[in-house]
Each structure stands twice: as structure tokens, then as C-alpha cells.
């Protein structure tokens, strides 16, 4: 089996609708795809109609978070953005639905402020510009990012992702609304869903957690650890695995898959089949989706 459990579509930021990216999965020869939008659910549906046979949707969501540093641990870390995957949970469960619901309405003001920072950098950018290249998605840094690719000031959307512009602590970046990790977690179980923490090491990004962090996490119910990730290099990984081990933790393997938008592709990197039968086995919120040939 070929199980890549970390995909983005037009819900969010990734170039294909939910339907052509369950097409474009099974065409590269996936068994299994879980759909993790940001923040949203919104693809579920689309991407359940277009199921082609012979392929397993597995439906989620990609968290935006924020560690702190708890009292007594880590005291002089500063406050770092993670993206927390949860898997199979009940999307209607209230509480994390107003969560979820939450960080959406903080993305378009938060996202025209950072095109305000733009232009006061000098970098021509307009709303309209990015709200055009967001369409119906859940508008975020790719799409402001994006923008900037097509004016030319950046070579590709990852290059935007520096100090000198989007990334945490850069001169255009913008804080949004983010949930504590460790309530994701709680919530996240409480819809009956399993939690991963995605690329927990992609220093490229900017600054991640300490280690101390992912003990906390796990102590916590954290299920995995995302180490198979276009972001983590062999060493990153081996790290990776034995801290999982240590904690007890799953550990998965991903595309991080946004169409255009990223070099990555679908089944890039994939999760280990009995890893897979163990996130299923945990979820009481909802099933992976058989396809039957949508």
C-alpha cells in the first residue's frame, strides 16, 4: 500500500480542487490520501463525490498552532508556530468546529496586513491581487507569497518564506489567531480524531520547538510524529525516529502535497501501512472513505 497522509487543495492552499487532487492520486498510484486542509473541512465533500475506486480518502485537517513555553520547562524558549495534523474527526463537533471556524475569520484580515507591510517595503502587491490567486481557498502567507512570485520579487513562494519577508519574525509577517497544541490535542481526541505533529523539525521554515516540547506534547496524547517530510534531511529524520521511539510515538511519511505551488509530489514521501491501521484504529470520530468510483 502507498499512503500519503498530508495533501492541501483549493480549500486552502493548493492548486487543485479536492477532486482533481483525489484524480491526480490515484493516477500516481496512491491506495490511500488524507486530505489535510488548513484549518478547514471544506474539501471534504468534493473530494468524497470524486473518489475514484481503489482509493482511500482519509479526511483531516492541517492545525495552525502555537507553542509557549510551560512554566518550569523551557522557560527561555520563545513562542514558536506549529501545524498540528489531525485525522479522522468528527467535523461536527462543536467546540473544535469554533476553533477551526476561529482561525479562518483571523486569515483575510491577518493576510491584508501583511500586503500593507509589503507595500510599506516597497513591494507593489495589492489585495486584490492575492484574494484573486486565494479564489474560494482559505487565504494564507502561500497565496500572499504567490503574489509576490508574480511581481517578480521572489524566484518561488518558498524564497518568501525568510526572515526578510513572511516567515516568523520577518519584516512582513503578521501573528494570526493560533491554538495552544496542547488543547488542539485535547480537542482533537474529544471529536474522537488523531493528532500528528507535522514536520516538527523544518528549520527552513524558521524556528522550531524544542525537544523538550515533543515530550510535553506526547505527555499530552500526542499520537505522531510527522519525520518523512520534503523538509527534514536524513539527520533531521534519524533524530526524529528515536525521539518517537522514546516517546512512544507514531511516526509518519508525507507528500506535504500543494499542487504548483510547492516541488513536491503526490506519494513523495509516504506512512508505513501498519502505522496507517494503528492511526485508523485510534479514530472513533469518523472512518476513511472507500472509493467507489466518483
Known sequence: MRIDLHTHSTASDGTDTPAELVRKAAAAGLDVVALTDHDTVAGHAEARAALPAGLTLVTGAELSCRWRPREGSAADA????????????DPQEPELARERELVRDDRVPRAQAMVRRLRDLGVQVTWEQVARIA????????????AMVELGVVPSVSDAFTTEWLADGGRAHVAKHELDPFEAIRLVKAAG????????QARKRGVCVPESAIAELAAAGLDGLEVDHMDHD?????????????????????????????????????TDPEIYGEIVRRATGAFPVPGAGG
Not at 479564489?135 to 504567490?146: E, I
Not at 480524531?193 to 516538527?200: L, M, Q, S
Request: aromatic fraction near 6%; charged fraction near 20%.
Open 193 to 200: 480524531g488523531v493528532t500528528v505533529f507535522a514536520h516538527p
Open 78 to 89: 520563545e513562542p514558536v508556530s506549529m501545524h498540528m495534523l489531525a485525522y479522522l474527526f
Open 234 to 270: 536524513e539527520a533531521t529524520r534519524d533524530r526524529l525516529r528515536s525521539l518517537a521511539a522514546e516517546h512512544a510515538l507514531l511516526t509518519t511519511g508525507s507528500s506535504d502535497y500543494h499542487g504548483s505551488r510547492k516541488t513536491c509530489v503526490l506519494g513523495e514521501h509516504t
Open 135 to 146: 479564489g474560494d481557498g482559505a487565504v494564507g502567507r502561500p497565496h500572499v507569497a504567490a
